[in-house]
């Protein structure tokens, strides 16, 4: 260990940031089947819009406390998404295994990588 101190604050940042991912979770599964049509072609915009807030609070997150807190949200969106996926008492599920899902899934967890990854080397 290098002997850092963390701060009260920075783990009050990294507990918010937390507490926000799960609130985007939340808003996620709300949203995230939400399409516009132009013409014939559907433009999803709810599954967008999703990762894109989920990137940019985890950006926000990352200016705030670093690394942690970009992790910090993401982990809380995960948490919530990941119990969307399991069987309910009555056998339904809240995401189903289609091609919405599997774009907010992935691209939810390439914008977290991508931004720890980020905020680390530029932190090391």
Same mark, same amino acid.
């Given at each position: 260990?290098?002997?850092?101190? $963390?701060?009260?604050?920075t783990?009050?940042? !990294?507990?918010?940031?937390?507490?926000?991912?799960l609130? $985007?979770?939340?808003?996620?599964?709300a949203?995230?089947?939400?399409?516009?049509?132009?013409?014939?072609?559907?433009?999803?915009?709810? !599954?967008?819009?999703?990762?894109?807030?989920?990137?940019?609070?985890?950006?926000?997150?990352?200016?705030? %406390?670093?690394?942690?807190?970009?992790?910090? +949200?993401?982990?809380g969106?995960f948490?919530?998404?990941?119990?969307? +996926?399991?069987? &309910?008492?009555?056998?339904?599920?809240?995401?189903?295994?289609?091609?919405? +899902?599997l774009?907010?899934a %992935?691209?939810? &967890?390439?914008?977290? #990588? !991508? !931004?720890?990854?980020? +905020?680390?080397?530029?932190? #090391?």
């Amino acid at each position: 260990m290098s002997g850092a101190r $963390i701060g009260s604050a920075t783990v009050a940042r !990294v507990i918010v940031a937390g507490l926000c991912g799960l609130w $985007i979770g939340l808003v996620a599964l709300a949203i995230y089947r939400m399409t516009t049509q132009i013409g014939a072609v559907p433009l999803p915009w709810g !599954v967008v819009l999703s990762v894109l807030t989920l990137a940019a609070v985890c950006v926000a997150g990352a200016q705030l %406390a670093g690394a942690a807190a970009a992790l910090a +949200t993401g982990a809380g969106w995960f948490v919530v998404i990941a119990v969307a +996926t399991l069987w &309910m008492p009555g056998g339904d599920v809240l995401l189903g295994a289609d091609g919405y +899902t599997l774009v907010l899934a %992935a691209g939810g &967890m390439l914008a977290i #990588g !991508v !931004v720890v990854i980020a +905020t680390s080397n530029r932190a #090391g």
